[in-house]
């Protein structure tokens, strides 16, 4: 596609349950990230995959937090036993090379209720 | 640990009237900064990349310049449709990028 696709735009999941947020990168785009963005806050960083290397998660908050590429291109966030406090919107991003800019998808916002 | 600081948190301008918008950062290994615009609902927008102190980007009304310690967003004689939150980011030598808050501006008519 034209540019990063992330799905779903909006998820409402029961506290307690797992949810996966999918991450469809541009052609190409060999870097991938993941932000986590709460109202009124800047962007948190949760874990970036570059290639073939050992994925950064450096950013993920607890252990009930993961995510996989699978084939160097699509990418799942799978947050396990959600917590009101995740609620967020979910910020994908691609970039061609490691000092290219990084291109976004609109964000799955998360509500958990 | 790198950081990133963006100021004013929020700017209300009238139409016209131009200003700077400021991001301070300390990074290990700067490989880029990079600057963003987000719409409510949107992912952010990409607008500029510098790369070394002294370079300056331009587009249309906004101008960035870089020096070791920040970088500036120049808006000249803005319009409303300038409305938003720009984001400043930058890039260290393991690759992650580190954002800003954000800067919500906002253009009177």
């Known amino acids: 596609g034209a540019g990063v696709s992330q799905s779903p735009s909006n998820k409402v999941t029961e506290k307690g349950k797992d949810v996966e947020l999918r991450c469809d990168p541009i052609?190409?785009?060999?870097?991938l990230y993941w932000y986590r963005q709460s109202l009124g806050q800047g962007l948190e960083f949760l874990i970036y995959?570059?290639?073939?290397?050992?994925?950064?998660k450096s950013g993920l908050p607890s252990d009930r937090f993961s995510a996989e590429r699978t084939g160097g291109s699509v990418s799942t966030l799978t947050i396990q036993r959600t917590q009101q406090e995740d609620s967020a919107v979910y910020l994908c991003?691609?970039?061609?090379?490691?000092?290219?800019?990084?291109?976004f998808g609109q964000g799955t916002r998360l509500t958990v209720v | 640990e790198d950081q990133v600081t963006q100021s004013p948190e929020a700017l209300r301008l009238q139409e016209g009237e131009s200003s700077s918008l400021n991001c301070s950062y300390t990074v290990s290994g700067l490989r880029g900064l990079f600057w963003y615009r987000q719409d409510p609902g949107k992912g952010p927008e990409f607008l500029f990349t510098?790369?070394?102190a002294g370079e300056e980007k331009e587009k249309e009304r906004l101008k960035a310049t870089l020096t070791k310690k920040e970088s500036f967003l120049h808006i000249t004689a803005p319009k409303p449709e300038d409305s938003a939150t720009y984001l400043c980011?930058?890039?260290?030598?393991?690759?992650?990028?580190?954002f800003g808050k954000g800067i919500t501006l906002s253009v009177r008519p």
């Open positions: 052609s190409g785009h060999t870097a």
């Open positions: 991003a691609s970039r061609r090379g490691r000092n290219t800019e990084a291109f």
């Open positions: 995959f570059q290639g073939n290397s050992a994925p950064d």
């Open positions: 980011a930058v890039q260290a030598a393991n690759s992650k990028l580190t």
């Open positions: 510098l790369y070394s």
